[in-house]
């Protein structure tokens, strides 16, 4: 589909490509990629995906964790 540098940086690249039944979008440099219906659904999801993980996230785990693989 095509790759884009924003201000020609390299650091910026997005790539969107079309897949049989979505279009996909990838930041290059996180490697970060969501997919959509349309080319423009792709890219706000992928938008979407870079707020979320650019959020703090909190490494403190549970002492009551439930999931089997938690268990000892």
Do not use: C
């Not at 990838?26 to 995906?49: F, H, V, Y």
């Amino acid at each position: 589909m095509g790759v884009q540098s924003r201000d020609g940086a390299v650091d910026d690249t997005i790539t969107v490509t079309r897949g049989d039944e979505y279009y996909v979008a990838k930041d290059e440099s996180t490697g970060i990629a969501s997919q959509g219906e349309t080319k423009a659904d792709a890219l706000q999801n992928l938008a979407e995906a870079l707020e979320l993980a650019a959020e703090p996230v909190d490494d403190e785990v549970s002492d009551h964790a439930d999931a089997p693989w938690f268990s000892s």
